[in-house]
């Protein structure tokens, strides 16, 4: 089984800045793409920012020039910093991993249990 532990969320005025960051663990083979998900009250989750496997990165274009999204091969662990931020990105930020189990298995996507952010004005 695998887990996801995000931390790093809080409240920040507009202008701040916070850093995420994401920890599998469990039973894992390999680690392909992360991603950073957020769902904003009475809105869809949508797509932050997610990077491959080969640290390749994309980002969602409300995001692009103050959102970094990097993964430390070493720890596991996917982090988002998130600078210049806005009321707008405030919603419940979520760490998404696909994780192959075994040599064997089938790549499986797993999801956090979200972080607030909260940016005031």
């Known amino acids: 089984q695998v887990q996801l532990v995000e931390s790093g969320g809080g409240l920040v005025q507009a202008g701040g800045s916070l850093n995420l960051s994401c920890a599998p663990s469990?039973?894992?083979?390999?680690?392909?793409?992360l991603g950073w998900y957020r769902q904003a009250p009475g809105k869809q989750r949508e797509l932050v920012a997610i990077i491959s496997s080969g640290g390749s990165p994309n980002y969602a274009d409300s995001v692009k020039g103050r959102f970094t999204i990097s993964r430390d091969y070493a720890k596991n662990t996917v982090y988002l910093q998130m600078n210049s931020l806005k009321p707008e990105d405030t919603a419940v930020y979520y760490c998404?991993?696909?994780?192959?189990?075994?040599?064997?298995?089938?790549?499986?996507?797993?999801w956090g249990r979200g972080t607030q952010v909260t940016v005031s004005s």
């Open positions: 998404n991993a696909n994780i192959k189990s075994r040599l064997t298995a089938p790549q499986s996507t797993y």
């Open positions: 469990g039973t894992i083979f390999r680690i392909n793409a």
